[in-house]
Every structure is written in structure tokens, then in C-alpha cells.
């Protein structure tokens, strides 16, 4: 995937995750979790696209760990509206699953941009 493609579909993403939050009820948790969502949702994106321009290797890396813990954020507040029902899972798995391979994504770039082994880290940042 090119560092274009990767963009747009964190464009999507965002794209999505504001159609999600515009469909959530109007009630107390879903005004919470609409806010935090829409917050976190949106923010891969463009932190991705200040990592494109970053200073350093070191820059780069931080930034792109900014994308993966927006990204890990969103999808625990994608499976909150799951778990309480503010939407059906039938409308929210694909989105979740989606926030998932981001995340996988990410994480194995860190991994690699930091030159760490997968057998040597006993904490990988893609660990679900």
C-alpha cells in the first residue's frame, strides 16, 4: 500500500466514523461517546499526514505511535456502542474490523521503522 492509498483510507475512516456518530442517539452516553469518538476518529488522518513531513526518523516514528493510539482509542469506542447498544453490531463490525488492520498496520510499521524484532519486544505496539 503506498503512503497515498494509506491516506485515503484514513480518510474513509474518518469519513465513517462521522456517520457513525451522526447516527448515534441523542441521549447522555451517546452525546459522550459521539464527542470522544468523533475526536479520536478523526485525528489518524492527519497526524499520518504530519508523519509524511516528519524531521527525523525519531518524529516520524512518534507520530505514526499518535496514529496507532487514536486508532486503538476509536476502536475501543466503536465496541462500546456495540456492547451497550447505541447501534446494532451488524452495522458496526465491519468498522471495527477495519480500526483493527489500521492498527495492525501502524504497529508493524513502528516495528519496523524501529528495527525491532517481533521475537525481542515483549510488548508490540500491534498487540490487539
Not at 484514513?10 to 441523542?26: E, M, Q, T
Not at 485525528?43 to 526518523?57: H, I
Request: hydrophobic share 35%; aromatic share 4%.
Amino acid at each position: 500500500m503506498t503512503p497515498d492509498e494509506l491516506s485515503d483510507r484514513l480518510l474513509d475512516f474518518a469519513a465513517r466514523i462521522g456517520k457513525v456518530v451522526d447516527s448515534l442517539p441523542d441521549s447522555r452516553l451517546g452525546r459522550h461517546v459521539g464527542g470522544q469518538m468523533i475526536r479520536c476518529g478523526t485525528s489518524p488522518g492527519p497526524n499520518y499526514e504530519e508523519s509524511r513531513a516528519a524531521e527525523s526518523k525519531a518524529d516520524f516514528v512518534h507520530k505514526l505511535k499518535i496514529v496507532l493510539k487514536e486508532l486503538r482509542e476509536t476502536r475501543y469506542w466503536l465496541r462500546l456502542v456495540v456492547k451497550t447498544g447505541l447501534l446494532p453490531s451488524t452495522k458496526m463490525n465491519e468498522l471495527i474490523d477495519e480500526a483493527t488492520q489500521l492498527c495492525n498496520i501502524f504497529g508493524q510499521s513502528i516495528v519496523t521503522c524501529k528495527g525491532i524484532k517481533k521475537s525481542e519486544n515483549r510488548d508490540p505496539p500491534n498487540q490487539l
